[in-house]
């Protein structure tokens, strides 16, 4: 194959990640990723915030690991600033996934404290893949602020986070375990209690830390 037929490959490639068959699309996210060249990236970065199939998305991501992270890293960071939720949220995955501690400079406070649950678990989850030893402790009491927050889901994501980054996190979890809001308070112990016995499950260590809170730490021994 020649030059000129592998740019037009890529180029039809590229223009068909926006058809609106979802199989086309995929088909074409892993052309592009067989082939890497640094000229898709622009156009694998902006599908990636629009694609509403999650497997379409997937496949993006992969194709543009296939690319230099010299290529990548600034139009992903770049991405970060997006108004588009899906846009940022994607940008932070494939950021994670890349592993460039480059791009840790680029996950601000505002990320970390997004407004939009996915958004904001998919910041930790990057920060915590990113973050430079002598970061963590910062990161950590960052975290804490979003204790309480959300559902289940976006509880659990941000145990992980914080379970993930060690020790550093035993004051932070002690002092929110004594907060006023209750909400901060159980989420702190449940947090403690996941560290803890990391196979027990969060719904069971929600469930012991609403008894700790409830009854002191005598509901610890009940």
């Known amino acids: 194959m020649t030059t000129q037929?592998?740019?037009?490959n890529t180029m039809q490639a590229i223009r068909a990640l926006a058809h609106r068959d979802p199989s086309v699309r995929l088909r074409a996210a892993l052309a592009v990723g067989t082939t890497p060249d640094p000229r898709s990236v622009g156009g694998l970065v902006e599908r990636c915030a629009v694609e509403p199939e999650f497997y379409v998305r997937e496949m993006l991501t992969w194709a543009l690991l296939r690319q230099q992270p010299s290529s990548t890293v600034p139009a992903l960071v770049e991405e970060l600033r997006s108004a588009q939720p899906q846009a940022r949220s994607q940008a932070l995955h494939t950021l994670s996934k890349i592993g460039d501690r480059r791009a840790w400079?680029?996950?601000t406070r505002e990320l970390l404290t997004d407004p939009d649950d996915t958004v904001a678990r998919t910041a930790w989850r990057a920060?915590?893949?990113?973050?430079?030893e002598e970061g963590q402790s910062e990161l950590a009491a960052v975290l804490a602020t979003q204790l309480g927050r959300g559902g289940r889901e976006t509880q659990l994501s941000l145990s992980r986070a914080l379970i993930a980054l060690g020790e550093v996190i035993t004051p932070i979890l002690h002092a929110a375990a004594e907060h006023r809001d209750p909400g901060v308070r159980?989420?702190?112990l449940a947090t403690q209690q996941l560290w803890l016995d990391p196979d027990a499950g969060f719904q069971l260590a929600?469930?012991?830390?609403k008894r700790v809170a409830a009854l002191g730490p005598a509901g610890e021994r009940g």
């Open 127 to 132: 920060a915590v893949a990113l973050v430079p």
């Open 5 to 8: 037929e592998q740019d037009t």
């Open 206 to 209: 929600v469930e012991q830390a």
């Open 105 to 107: 400079s680029a996950i």
């Open 186 to 188: 159980g989420h702190a």
